[in-house]
């Protein structure tokens, strides 16, 4: 609070020097030389109102007489003044030297602090500094955004400022070819949560790729309660997006959006049920693994029978530890779909399903106390049709 008060004292001091020195040029005394000085001389600093104002007297000496001598002799005062030592007339305060005592103040107290903290712009309002981190002098690695990111560091920046932040943080997450900006954009929206939630959300709809993504992935780790732009962007994360720009911060994106797309299934249903048969493989595989954890029946026979392929004994890894609790997952209803199945060739495919269906009929048997136990399709679990999505589909 202290500090507050200390760094809004010091910019008000300085904006009103500036003002003031700005004041004084403008209203640089150009008139008639007509005005009495009045005493002049070191007796006049001891004086605090002429610190203040530029003649204790101030008399019109026009039309008053010269002497012989060029001086002029005040009626009003008395005192005697060589002509060219009349002041001109104009305004009757010192602006420009209270302004430079100002600016001296501020500059002197702005370096203290600079000095003290190791931190240049320390003294500068966050106002201004969110400000400036519009504009090119406050982009990516220069002092006013590393300033910015330590007070967003120190928890320091809320409200106003941070909504205002967040609205400038959320363009480096764009993709413009500048090395780590999107890392360190992303950690700050991050900290300034829940105040980055619009500009966030914004982005989810006008930024470009890589800024949307980025935006779903903070969202999804932050909001409870989600919004059909997220689901949107969500079920778009699915695509398998292995060359996308910024990978490090999309690990894992396609599983936790699928995560949060169960989390959140009954909201849009039909967004998902449209991309059962999507041109991406990853995107296709994803989906029907999200409407068997979500119990979605509607799309029981489109689903089991492909997922049931993934039960066959091949050589792609985890698969069937994914497809498996996922059909486990639609309930009594994929029983029909499985029965077929039960005599397969492939004996893991017939072993799997058969343990499904008996769990599915009886659920009251734990795994170890069934007759048909699950073949070893995953060496992490002994009983794998209990997994969640995200376990289920790590790699
Ligand atoms: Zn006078």
């Not at 030297?97 to 002197?108: D, P, T």
């Not at 997952?329 to 799997?352: H, K, M, S, W």
Request: aromatic share 6%; glycine share 8%.
């Amino acid at each position: 609070m202290q500090e507050l008060i200390t760094t809004w004292a010091m910019a008000i001091t300085t904006l009103t020097a500036t003002l003031l020195l700005l004041l004084a040029i403008y209203t640089w005394p150009r008139g008639e030389r007509r005005r009495c000085p009045g005493h002049r001389g070191w007796r006049t600093l001891w004086n605090p109102a002429r610190w203040v104002r530029r003649s204790d007297c101030w008399q019109d000496l026009t039309g008053v007489p010269i002497t012989p001598t060029d001086e002029i002799r005040c009626p009003e005062c008395g005192r005697s003044t060589p002509i060219d030592r009349v002041l001109r007339d104009g305004r009757r305060i010192r602006l420009g030297l209270i302004g430079a005592v100002l600016a001296m103040l501020a500059i002197g107290s702005q370096i203290g602090v600079a000095a003290h903290s190791g931190r240049p712009l320390r003294s500068v309002p966050t106002l201004a500094l969110v400000m400036l981190s519009n504009t090119a002098i406050g982009g990516h690695r220069t002092a006013v955004r590393q300033e910015v990111e330590q007070r967003v560091d120190d928890g320091t920046v809320a409200g106003f400022d941070a909504r205002r932040l967040a609205d400038v943080l959320v363009r480096d997450l764009r993709s413009d070819g500048r090395k780590w900006n999107a890392n360190e954009a992303a950690d700050a929206l991050g900290r300034l949560w829940p105040d980055s939630k619009n500009a966030l959300d914004r982005e989810l709809v006008e930024g470009d790729v890589q800024s949307r993504k980025i935006a779903a992935v903070i969202l999804r780790s932050r909001d409870q309660t989600g919004s059909r732009e997220l689901f949107i962007a969500s079920v778009d994360d699915l695509r398998d997006d292995g060359d996308a720009s910024a990978g490090w911060l999309l690990q894992r994106n396609a599983r936790a959006a699928g995560e949060y797309l169960i989390n959140h299934y009954w909201e849009a249903p039909e967004l998902i049920r449209a991309v059962l048969d999507s041109d991406d493989a990853q995107q296709c595989r994803l989906a029907m693994a999200i409407c068997g954890f979500s119990g979605d029946t509607t799309v029981v026979e489109r689903v089991v029978p492909v997922l049931i392929d993934s039960l066959r004994d091949n050589d792609i890894y985890g698969d069937a530890r994914c497809a498996a609790p996922a059909v486990f997952n639609f309930g009594p209803p994929a029983i029909e779909y499985l029965r077929p199945f039960v005599d397969d060739p492939d004996r893991q495919l017939r072993e799997t399903v058969r343990s499904i269906i008996e769990r599915l009929e009886h659920p009251d048997r734990a795994w170890d106390e069934c007759e048909n136990r699950l073949p070893r399709i995953t060496s992490t679990t002994h009983d794998p049709l209990a997994l969640d999505f995200w376990t289920a589909s790590g790699g």
